[in-house]
């Protein structure tokens, strides 16, 4: 079901890699609810990925560029203006990744350089993609920029690793940029905070199927898939948000207001029998 709500808008979305990729579930979205968008990541990623396939069902070019590299990102806006015919109403950052998670580094054994590459790429690429738009005036009067973060970046994960830190400084650029843009160009600037959702980047969180186990038995409503995100993204870009901004938006089910759900309590309490000596007590050792 469409409701327009993107209609006569003009989009870039970055990040979408295939069919797993909430970023590419935007696309379909935006599509559908009336947009014209073009779509961008890394060369690599688009050699690898099928987003070439995206860009055939949604009718989308697709611009290749490193979203850590400032030349890069002024070519997608002076592309994109180019090929949709006038300023960008609504962005999407969708990208995420950290060497150290993927080596299976621990968080007291942090590789620096790692580290730099996963502040970068995770979040001082916001800050990149939203200074060159300003400085360009590519985004329209009521514009609207969405980036996707994790409660982690308010909260401990087991396995989350160096990528909370690169949430945490997500939603920090979210708020600081959020209120120049603002207030200067009356561009809203958010963050959505989505429950942890099986994409190729969140595949490599170690104990992601435990941990999206453990969020489903403690979220009200269960956790929110990446269609269900995609939704969100949308009214995040209509003009039914025109007043939204500096704000982390959590899309978790009710998980991030939850202490201990009953369903969460019980699957605790039957997983530690394995973990009981002979009287019963629990070994924590």
Not at 211 to 230: K, Q, W, Y
Not at 239 to 262: C, E, I, R, W
Request: charged share 25%; proline share 2%; net charge neutral.
């Amino acid at each position: 079901m469409t409701n327009n709500l993107l209609k006569g808008k003009r989009g870039i979305i970055f990040g979408a890699l295939n069919d797993m990729s909430i970023a590419w579930k935007v696309a379909e979205r935006a599509v559908e609810e009336g947009a014209i968008i073009t779509l961008t990541n890394t060369p690599v990623a688009v050699r690898m990925g099928t987003t070439e396939e995206l860009g055939k069902k949604v009718n989308a070019q697709i611009i290749p560029a490193d979203a850590t590299n400032v030349a890069d990102l002024e070519n997608v806006f002076i592309k994109s203006q180019e090929i949709l015919g006038g300023k960008i109403d609504f962005v999407l950052h969708s990208i995420g990744m950290s060497p150290n998670v993927r080596k299976k580094r621990t968080y007291d054994d942090l590789d620096y350089d790692m580290l730099q590459t996963t502040l970068d790429v995770s979040a001082l690429s916001f800050h990149k993609m939203i200074q060159v738009a300003k400085k360009m005036d590519a985004i329209s009067d009521g514009g609207s920029i969405v980036a996707l973060s994790y409660v982690a970046a308010q909260r401990t994960f087991f396995g989350y690793n160096d990528m909370a830190d690169a949430k945490s400084l997500l939603e920090s650029i979210a708020r600081s940029f959020g209120y120049i843009y603002g207030r200067e160009k009356n561009v809203r600037i958010n963050t959505i905070s989505q429950s942890p959702t099986l994409t190729t980047a969140g595949s490599g969180v170690k104990g992601m199927d435990d941990l999206m186990d453990f969020s489903d038995r403690m979220a009200p409503l269960g956790n929110a898939s990446a269609d269900e995100c995609a939704n969100y993204c949308i009214v995040m870009f209509s003009d039914l948000t025109k007043k939204v901004t500096m704000q982390n938006l959590f899309h978790d089910g009710g998980f991030s207001s939850m202490g201990m759900s009953l369903r969460a309590m019980n699957q605790y309490s039957e997983g530690l029998e394995k973990f009981k000596n002979k009287d019963g007590k629990i070994i924590y050792g």
